[in-house]
T-cell receptor, first 113, second 111 residues
Framework: DQQVKQNSPSLSVQEGRISILNCDYT??????FLWYKKYPAEGPTFLIS?????DKNEDGRFTVFLNKSAKHLSLHIVPSQPGDSAVYFC????????????FGKGTLLTVNP | NAGVTQTPKFRILKIGQSMTLQCTQD?????MYWYRQDPGMGLKLIYY???????DKGEVPNGYNVSRSTTEDFPLRLELAAPSQTSVYFC??????????FGQGTRLTVV
């Protein structure tokens, strides 16, 4: 029972263009949504988040969009840079009394110079 | 500032051996987590803790045990290692309701 789906295992983008990473979820109890970035041989690092009461959050080149009715989360990176090449995981916090992060399988983003 | 520290970084175990993966955090976070990541897969929650003395099972707890005697430390114990436990293990900590911060990971191979 996969609660979180990142349907694109990989994405290739030219430097300077927009990267769009997508995530779908099924659990309506999720109320906090996050994106993590992971380089090889390192732990995931937190990138950006959004709570369920918002539909958009920006931090520099990174913008996260939440469509609760469609249960869809996306991350936009603009402009994309070669250093953005990494695996991106969406993650969801179930809230309530016990907070547990549920992760997608990840999307490998490659930004070509 | 150290954040979340995991030891060891690499380990090779023989089938049936036991070991403890160490995790310590210096951010005074109540929540701590253990995840494993298999190739091509996301991170699966093994165990988590909402505070000292309190632990609970995650998605894939079989073959593992944890303890949380202090806020800082959350060791993961593997008893009778099996090849299916070959994975990269990540420890994380956080305040609970927002993001978690991860360690660098432990790459474990069971042969």
């Amino acid at each position: 029972d996969q609660q979180v789906k990142q349907n694109s295992p990989s994405l290739s983008v030219q430097e300077g263009r927009i990267s769009i990473l997508n995530c779908d979820y099924t659990n309506s109890m999720f109320d906090y949504f996050l994106w993590y970035k992971k380089y090889p041989a390192e732990g995931p690092t937190f990138l950006i988040s959004i709570s369920s009461i918002k539909d958009k959050n920006e931090d520099g080149r990174f913008t996260v969009f939440l469509n609760k009715s469609a249960k869809h989360l996306s991350l936009h990176i603009v402009p994309s840079q070669p250093g953005d090449s990494a695996v991106y995981f969406c993650a969801f916090n179930s809230g309530g009394s016990n907070y547990k992060l549920t992760f997608g399988k990840g999307t490998l983003l490659t930004v070509n110079p | 500032n150290a954040g979340v520290t995991q030891t060891p970084k690499f380990r090779i175990l023989k089938i049936g051996q036991s070991m403890t993966l160490q995790c310590t955090q210096d951010m005074n976070h109540n929540y701590m987590y253990w995840y494993r990541q298999d190739p091509g897969m996301g991170l699966k929650l093994i165990y988590y803790s909402v505070g000292a003395g309190i632990t609970d099972k995650g998605e894939v707890p079989n073959g593992y045990n944890v303890s949380r005697s202090t806020t800082e430390d959350f060791p993961l114990r593997l008893e009778l290692a099996a090849p299916s436990q070959t994975s990269v293990y990540f420890c994380a900590s956080g305040p609970g309701f927002t993001e978690a911060f991860f360690g660098q990971g432990t790459r474990l191979t069971v042969v």
